[in-house]
């Protein structure tokens, strides 16, 4: 789904740099994380954590250490490098907490920042840290139950000691930790854990040279070596230097050495033409020029090296690393010249392989970290990138951002770096690839930089930091995801680096959001890597970031854990609640926000209630607004309609949701614009459960008043073509309903009543047409209309009625009286109920008048006045208004012959006519001939009528009969015919 109903946008391209040269082949990349991974002075990845423990001897003060940092949560532990500290750090936090994870550290104030709300353990390396910094960082750690170890030499402590006491490490002798180590490489049962040369090797020695000796033992006793190997490579070959450097003193020599330690393995050409680039900087120049050099063809012998697949290289173990760091030592002038070289033989025109390149940019970065020339590194990077040599910055820098003792410094720089406005696109990317290796080690710590890449680079640097960080979530996903949602921010900053900052971070969250457990869980959610309120910042930042783009990740992703909410109920609070948070941000996003809410509204659980109502715990207050938001945003492209309809199909399918929803969709319609509320309601009132009950009705649920409100209204709407005749009828068959139906007319009626006149008219006349399956009028079928109060209502809405309407009022009486006389029942309500409210109204079409003789005109089946069931006195009265105004009329005269010849077919009404009839004219000598003309030209001749005209004329004049005899004698015959 991608939410087509929101619209254009306008998406505006960013100018950036393109990055040209970065082409750093991704086998370069894992070549460089191997060899991070491979230092476990700076990666603590759990196989690390647990060679090293396997082979762990205790410091002779083991339990004062794990007694302190229990007691703590924090422990300093001093001694020189080699002591063992760190190795004793980590044994005293697992044994606290069995398996506790456990990572490198440094306390950047935004570093801290990333650290996950859960305990952990974390090593700070002295050297690098500020007091401040980690006495702020020790609250932390206990507010997040973790423990930490600050490790350094009793130099580097004494700056802490107020912090955090320094706790001299008493370190095991080397000699056990070399047997030990042996065992774990299964090289007990050999010679070697007993080899007499090892006690006199590390007689002196601190721990950690009892691990290094191990370690040649068994690269040696693999490779075929002897003990006096495993000796000479021990210390570094320097027995056997010094003794080649005597017997080798031309200085091209020596430079063919150096430069095949450098290369090696590596082809005879390619370390004579980096030889001779040396040479050149030593200010060695033979007479001769190429011709003064040692011939190819014993350079293999000169070298002791052997010629494997057309490439020189060494096959003693560890000599070839052994050759610069001598010459450094041996010959401190050659320093200045040797860095130089190094730094500039990159990228000076000296044919060499990329490959071979790459070396000597890894041996320049180890050899400055280890001496010293940091900062001859850190000033060749962006010379070798502006010079096309990306690649041989991102070797050297990921070699020296990891060094144990020059990182820190490397890491300061990049951090500067990362931040500098002025940097080459080209140079950012190279840091941020480089991140991907320092984030092997310090996750965190690359992070940060990563972030200020993404704020500062183009959209190819943020490509990149988007797959650097997604590669260090392979192992660390908790912690990217958290600095993901760092990046989103709390809010809707248009500033531009806030912005592509953000678009990173929303890039990171979908696809770190988009990975599933083997349950179709959310990773995320299955290991509760951030909490709900943090959450909504990713979704926020994604919905932003699809309204510019429309990438179809996004709802793919929002589709996914809904799948994942309805998969798993638990699940459904956590999966709902950061996507319903999503709100109240810049009103631009106002449609977006909608698209993702009625992603998630129409999304049912497998009972079929709405999954956003997170099983009965659902915020009512935030879901309304939602539907208040989206109602108002409504128009022909956003299926509000369709979703709120879902809604109540749910309120009527699922019953202990049902209150809920009307709850919700009611309080929405009231808050949310004239319109777009009445257009909600609507949608609301028109659905019925399977009882045919209105679900806004459900169980009693909603207020009366509160729906009164919302049908007066749509009432007031309607001639703005709001839907309410379709929602009326739900509420016309649901006063079927014994529970319903007082209800339903209640509340109808007095919409009616408190909309405009002509519109309560309106909706009045058509819930009257409304009827049930026996053809009775809707509102007649609740018991109430029989009573006096339920007959008055009624009466003041037909009084409305007839002075608010057009010809649409007849048709609706012509319908109660064809009901009247159909249902026998009804006779009488009707008739009163219509006959009260003539009796109300004026004289005039529609009024009174018009009402009474529309009534009065229609007979039962035995022909008699339908009216006639009505109070006498009343009908008296009606007929005295009518026969004073519109005797004459056709409308009266055809009414008159009506019940005429009623009286005639009738004789049991005979009486009661003649004496309404009679009433009506008493008094009045115009009236009284008015009905003598009208009962004479209905009579005629004919017999049959003479009866009915006798009686009317009789109870007419029998008051002055004797007074009047002659004149009414006359007048009786001559009435009569004769």
């Excluded at 007499?196 to 370690?215: F, M």
């Excluded at 951030?530 to 990713?538: D, Q, V």
């Excluded at 809410?597 to 109502?613: N, Q, S």
Aim: glycine residues 8%; hydrophobic residues 50%; negative net charge.
């Amino acid at each position: 789904m991608d939410g087509p109903w929101v619209g254009d946008v306008r998406v505006e391209a960013e100018g950036s740099q393109s990055v040209v040269g970065n082409f750093i082949d991704s086998t370069v990349v894992q070549n460089l994380k191997q060899y991070v991974l491979r230092k476990p002075s700076m990666v603590l990845s759990n196989e690390a954590i647990e060679d090293g423990l396997a082979s762990y001897v205790p410091t002779a003060n083991h339990d004062v250490i794990v007694a302190a940092l229990a007691d703590r949560r924090a422990v300093a532990l001093a001694g020189p490098d080699g002591s063992g500290r760190t190795l004793a750090g980590i044994a005293a936090m697992r044994q606290l907490v069995p398996g506790l994870r456990v990572r490198r550290f440094e306390t950047e104030g935004e570093d801290v920042e990333t650290i996950p709300d859960e305990p952990w353990g974390y090593l700070l390396r002295a050297a690098d840290e500020d007091p401040g910094r980690v006495g702020r960082f020790l609250e932390v750690i206990e507010e997040r139950k973790g423990y930490l170890v600050l490790v350094g030499g009793e130099d580097e402590q004494r700056p802490f000691a107020d912090v955090l006491p320094p706790l001299a490490v008493e370190p095991p002798p080397a000699l056990e930790v070399y047997r030990r180590r042996l065992l774990r490489h299964a090289l007990g049962g050999t010679g070697w854990p007993e080899w007499p040369a090892a006690a006199r090797l590390l007689a002196t020695a601190p721990p950690a040279e009892g691990r290094r000796l191990a370690d040649v033992v068994e690269a040696v006793h693999r490779s075929g070596g002897d003990a006096g190997e495993v000796e000479q490579a021990y210390s570094s070959w320097t027995d056997r230097l010094d003794m080649w450097f005597r017997e080798n003193p031309d200085p091209q020599d020596r430079a063919l050495l150096i430069v095949a330690a450098a290369l090696a393995p590596a082809d005879e050409t390619s370390v004579y033409t980096a030889a001779r680039s040396l040479a050149r900087h030593l200010d060695v120049r033979p007479p001769g020029g190429g011709l003064a050099w040692r011939p190819a063809k014993g350079l293999a012998a000169l070298l002791d090296m052997e010629k494997r697949d057309g490439e020189l290289e060494f096959t003693r173990y560890g000599f070839a690393e052994s050759v610069i760091p001598h010459v450094l030592d041996e010959y401190p002038l050659t320093h200045s010249d040797l860095f130089s070289w190094l730094a500039e033989l990159p990228t000076i025109d000296v044919t060499l392989p990329k490959r071979l390149r790459q070396r000597l940019a890894g041996v320049f970065a180890d050899l400055a970290a280890d001496h010293g020339h940091v900062e001859a590194v850190l000033d060749a990077m962006p010379r070798w990138v502006g010079a096309g040599g990306s690649d041989l910055a991102f070797v050297a820098l990921s070699r020296i951002c990891v060094h144990p003792r020059a990182g820190g410094r490397v890491r300061g720089r990049m951090y500067d770096w990362s931040r500098d406005e002025q940097a080459s696109d080209q140079f950012r990317a190279v840091l941020a690839e480089t991140c991907g290796v320092l984030g092997e080690a310090l996750p965190t710590v690359a992070l940060t930089r990563l972030k200020h890449l993404a704020a500062f680079g183009g959209a190819e640097v943020r490509r990149i930091v988007a797959g650097v960080a997604l590669g260090i979530a392979e192992k660390e996903p908790e912690t990217v995801l958290n600095a993901a949602l760092d990046w989103c921010g709390s809010g809707w900053s248009a500033a531009p680096q806030a912005a592509r900052r953000r678009a990173v971070g929303a890039r990171l969250f979908l696809e770190l959001a988009g990975r599933a457990d083997e349950r179709g869980v959310p990773v995320p959610l299955s290991r509760r890597h951030a909490p709900p309120r943090r959450l909504a910042r990713g979704w926020r930042a994604a919905l932003t970031e699809w309204e510019a783009n429309r990438d179809p990740l996004f709802f793919d992703v929002v589709n996914a854990w809904l799948d994942a909410a309805v998969l798993v109920p638990a699940l459904a609070e956590d999966v709902v609640a950061p996507m319903l948070a999503v709100e109240g941000g810049d009103p631009r996003h106002a449609r977006a926000e909608t698209a993702l809410f009625l992603t998630v509204a129409r999304r049912m659980d497998a009972r079929g209630a709405p999954v956003a109502l997170l099983g009965g715990t659902a915020d009512r207050a935030r879901l309304a607004a939602r539907w208040r938001a989206a109602a108002d945003a409504m128009d022909d492209d956003v299926p509000v309609l369709p979703v709120a309809d879902s809604w109540t199909a749910a309120a009527a399918a699922v019953p202990d949701s049902g209150a809920l929803i009307v709850d919700v969709l009611l309080t929405a319609a009231e808050s949310a614009g004239t319109a777009a509320g009445v257009r909600l309601f609507l949608a609301v009132a028109g659905r019925a459960d399977a009882r045919g009950v209105p679900v806004v009705l459900f169980g009693g649920a909603a207020d009366r008043s509160r729906l009164i409100a919302r049908w007066t209204a749509a009432l007031d709407a309607w001639p703005r073509d709001a839907p309410v005749l379709s929602a009326l009828d739900v509420w016309a068959a649901g006063t079927a309903s014994p529970e319903a139906g007082p209800v339903v007319v209640d509340v109808l009626l007095t919409a009616a009543a408190s909309a405009s006149k002509v519109a309560g008219a309106r909706f009045f006349l058509a819930l009257a047409r409304r009827t049930d399956a026996n053809g009775v009028p809707t509102v007649l079928a609740d018991p109430s209309a029989a009573t006096q109060a339920g007959r008055a209502r009624l009466v003041t809405a037909w009084r409305l009625a007839q002075r608010n309407s057009g010809g649409e009022f007849f048709d609706t009486v012509r319908d109660w009286l064809d009901a009247a006389v159909r249902v026998r029942a009804l006779h009488r309500v009707v008739v009163n109920i219509l006959l009260t409210a003539a009796s109300g109204g004026p004289a005039a079409s529609p009024g009174g008048a018009a009402l009474f003789l529309a009534v009065a005109e229609r007979v039962d089946p035995q022909g008699a006045p339908l009216a006639l069931v009505h109070d006498a006195d009343a009908l008296t009265d009606a007929w005295r208004a009518v026969l004073a105004d519109d005797a004459g009329s056709a409308a009266a005269s055809r009414v008159l012959t009506t019940w005429f010849g009623a009286g005639a077919a009738v004789p049991a009404v005979l009486e009661t006519v003649t004496d309404v009839l009679v009433g009506a004219v008493a008094g009045d000598v115009a009236r009284e001939l008015a009905l003598v003309s009208a009962v004479s030209a209905w009579a005629g001749r004919r017999r049959d009528r003479r009866a009915a005209k006798e009686a009317v004329l009789v109870r007419l004049l029998q008051p002055r009969w004797k007074r009047y005899a002659l004149i009414a004698w006359i007048t009786v015959r001559d009435a009569a015919g004769g």
